[in-house]
């Protein structure tokens, strides 16, 4: 969802705006074991814009996962797949997390 409110400033229009998204669960493997399971997690934004009135230019700030969210996006499970000398098995679960809080801002001009 996103939710936002602009109003007229300096010849322009100044924006602010804020969303989240929401994954009830990722299941990253058909197999459903525990170890390639995500739980649920919210991601919330923020961004405040400034837009020429001929909307050419725009400048912004934002934060993306202002709330610090840690979470995965994508992993795997070898276990199994990896084998040791002693003939046993390593399991060894490779796990990619998203972004942490992040800050940035942008200029954008539009022809």
Known sequence: GMIRYQ?????GTMAIQGDIDYRSGTLFSLTGADTVNQGGYEVANARLSYTTSDDK?????????????????????????VLIDAGGV??????????????????????
């Open 7 to 11: 109003w007229p400033m300096a010849n």
């Open 57 to 81: 230019w725009e400048a912004a700030v934002y934060v993306n996962n202002l709330l610090d969210e840690e979470y995965r996006v994508s992993q795997f499970d070898l276990s199994g797949n």
């Open 90 to 111: 390593l399991s060894l679960v490779e796990q990619y997390y998203g972004r942490p809080r992040w800050v940035g801002g942008s200029i954008s001009y539009n022809f």
